[in-house]
Nanobody
Framework: QVQLVESGGGSVQAGGSLRLSCAAS????????MAWFRQAPEKEREGVAN???????NYADSVRGRFTISKENAKNTLYLQMNSLKPEDTAMYYC??????????????????WGQGTQVTVSS
């Protein structure tokens, strides 16, 4: 049984940083396509970044250059380092897993397992 547990969300001022973590069980993070999504109130869930087994990262245009996705295989954990945060980054952030080693896209329908989310709030 796959479990994904996010942590690290919080409130920060614009320009600040946060690091989100996603602790996985029942799956090997290093061998899987893992991703971060976010959803703001009354908006659709959008892909932020993903990383497959080859550790190649893909980012949404809105976060490229500010966010970094990474994996720590020893801890079986996925991270999202978020720098230069903006108020428009405010959302619930979700960790997600797609079965398979390669990531085939950054849309929610490509992903099979989801965490419960962690809230990020950026004030101006």
């Amino acid at each position: 049984q796959v479990q994904l547990v996010e942590s690290g969300g919080g409130s920060v001022q614009a320009g600040g940083s946060l690091r989100l973590s996603c602790a996985a069980s029942g799956v090997t993070v290093g061998n899987s396509c893992m991703a971060w999504f976010r959803q703001a109130p009354e908006k659709e869930r959008e892909g932020v970044a993903n990383m497959g087994s080859a550790s190649r990262a893909n980012y949404a245009d809105s976060v490229r250059g500010r966010f970094t996705i990474s994996k720590e295989n020893a801890k079986n954990t996925l991270y999202l380092q978020m720098n230069s945060l903006k108020p428009e980054d405010t959302a619930m952030y979700y960790c997600a897993l797609a079965y398979g080693r390669r990531c085939l896209g950054l849309t929610p329908d490509r992903y099979n397992e989801w965490g419960q989310g962690t809230q990020v709030t950026v004030s101006s």
